[in-house]
């Protein structure tokens, strides 16, 4: 096979839902289809502790999918798809929003007893900075659901995004007979009590086949094509230009729990979505039918298997091919580095994989010298644009109960912020190490992890800090004034960032409004 026809089979999306909305189940389920399971329900562990406090060490120790962003690889028809997990826990979304850009497409999974939520909502917005295409799936028609013609309403008037439905359901909750697939013009027929497996499905061609009315009964049959000819007048056809901009999604229908349905969507997603798309850096746009390898790294992860107590850097590969022991440059530290044994994620084991192409992850071990945001060239100086850090929203200062292990506190604090795990700042005017994080959970996480892997006791105490901004002059005097004045307010971050850090919101403006040379963000790109 040719370089151009490997990149062109491979398909790379994300999930993005509000949490129960079925996201994992549907990931059991595409993992069935694309025969990594023989048996779907494997994927995590479930209970009581879905979102307790506990949540995050519980999962990791279970190292299931859900934890942080796992990558898994399978074979779709003739495509090979790369789905990234996401972790759905609002303290992880710093995580979600990464991995989002080293996707090409996204499914959209809806609980259509409740329409579109807030998570959603939140990570719409993400996926509209880069136009990524969406795919919908209203999930759990096997429950009672809200009219489905009023789930369209809602996903267009509230995410701003067109909607174009691919199959219609018939019935719903326990009356739920199946789908009628528009676009093929045959009814699929749902059996229930089979989410296990992959069946044999009875299919009804046509919509005024009398089999249809004798499979679903004369009722639901009529409400079928009464509520067609309504939805074609009313709703959007399904077009490709559109879809790929990021203003119209395809629309499907059924019930992870009960594999059904799933298999329609993969099927949308397999022949729609965008083989791998190319990236902007700093010096030129990359296109993935460049045969020279180059990437980037969105995220890592600490100690995946407790038996590799290691990191994994997760690398996009945006064009090119990676090959075991191949020689990559780092521009950020301008060397070269020799990587013979990249791992990939097939159904949660890892394999020492030989080569990977555009549009495929990789995991690289890390030993400290990987930073989110890095890019690998194969020898050019660009870097990656468009990988987000996120202001922090909450603080706390943190110590040690033992003074002597200052060192390794920094260290594991420097180490944690490289991950993306937490945000780390060091005043300049005093010793205090404050640690900044967008979700609460994130302040237990760390705690919990430099006990275990840096074996420092730290804890927390109350911080003067409401919010923190990277600051920024193009004028180096006015930079050295700012500093001078601001002093008090300034901090270091962990890859050595100036950041303003406010006591107050008040304080915020009053200082940008003091400093108009100075710029403020609230994001900052790796
Ligand atoms: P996540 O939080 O988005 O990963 O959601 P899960 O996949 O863990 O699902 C949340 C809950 O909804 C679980 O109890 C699932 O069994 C249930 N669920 C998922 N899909 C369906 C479905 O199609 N029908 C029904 N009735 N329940 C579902």
Redesign the pocket.
Known sequence: MSYQQEVDKRRTFAII????????????KVLLFGKALQKAGTV?G?GSN?HAKSDWMEMEKERGI?VTTSVMQFPYGECLVNLLDTP?HEDFSEDTYRTLTAVDSCLM?I?AAKGVEDRTRKLMEVTRLRDTPIITFM?????DIRDPMELLDEVETELNIACAPVTWPIGCGKEFKGVYHIHRDETILYQSGHGHTIQDVRIVKGLDNPELDAAVGGVLAQQLRDELELVVGASHEFELEPFLAGELTPVFF?????NFGVDHMLDGLTAWAPKPQGRATSERDVDASEEKFSGFVFKIQANMDPKHRDRIAFCRIVSGKYEKGMKMHQPRIGKDVRISDAVTFMAGDRDVLDEAYAGDIIGLHNHGSIQIGDTFTAGETFRFTGIPNFAPELFRRIRLRDPLKQKQLLKGLVQLSEEGAVQVFRPLINNDLIVGAVGVLQFDVVVARLKSEYNVDAIYEAVNVATARWVDCKDAKKLDEFKRKAEANLALDGGDNLTYIAPTRVNLSLAEERYPDVTFRATREH
């Open positions: 839902s509000h949490p129960d909305a079925g996201k994992t189940t549907i990931t059991e995590k479930r879905q859900s759905g999974v609980d999930n759990k028609l096997d429950r059924g019930t992870a729990l009960g």
